[in-house]
């Protein structure tokens, strides 16, 4: 079954120098109610970067942190997905309900990124003990520093 799915931005990303603000639109605002209880959320962006059909269809690649390794796409957290649908945990630093405004310490994409759902980070549900990963590529951290990660080109 080849079904077609409706997703509506519910906002950007904005990259400002060092600040990044992740900007509400208007008629999602009122969900940002209760949001100044975490400390972080799981943010949703569509990776636009690759929204082109040549990469929806490239089912492997070589990932920038273990370049001699092929995977496919599936093992892997690039956006480029059959639908470019990426996750990044978020520090939060600040929030302006009013406004729409929600500033946080990092996130692995770029000024201007359509953003697909925000959720409260809940650590019962987001975080796994004891996960295994591969052990080639760069040495990752067990977890996200508060200063975020960086952005490959």
Not at 44 to 62: A, D, F, P, Q, Y
Not at 107 to 112: F, R, T, W, Y
């Amino acid at each position: 079954m080849n079904e077609s799915m409706k997703i509506n931005a519910v906002g950007e990303v904005k990259r400002e120098g060092e600040v990044i603000t992740l900007i509400i639109y208007p008629q999602y605002k009122a969900a940002m109610k209760g949001l100044d209880m975490f400390s972080h959320i799981s943010v949703l962006w569509w990776g636009n970067r690759s929204h082109v059909e040549e990469h929806r269809t490239k089912m492997t690649l070589n990932p920038p942190y273990a370049e001699d390794v092929t995977l496919g796409l599936f093992a892997t957290r690039a956006e480029y997905h059959p639908n470019p649908i990426c996750l990044t945990a978020c520090p939060i630093i600040n929030i302006n309900e009013e406004k729409g405004e929600i500033q946080i310490a990092n996130i692995d994409a770029d000024d201007k990124t359509p953003l697909v759902d925000i959720k409260g980070y809940y650590p019962v549900f987001d975080r796994v003990d004891g996960a295994k990963i591969p052990d080639w590529g760069w040495p990752m951290p067990d977890a996200v520093p508060e200063t975020g990660v960086e952005i490959w080109e």
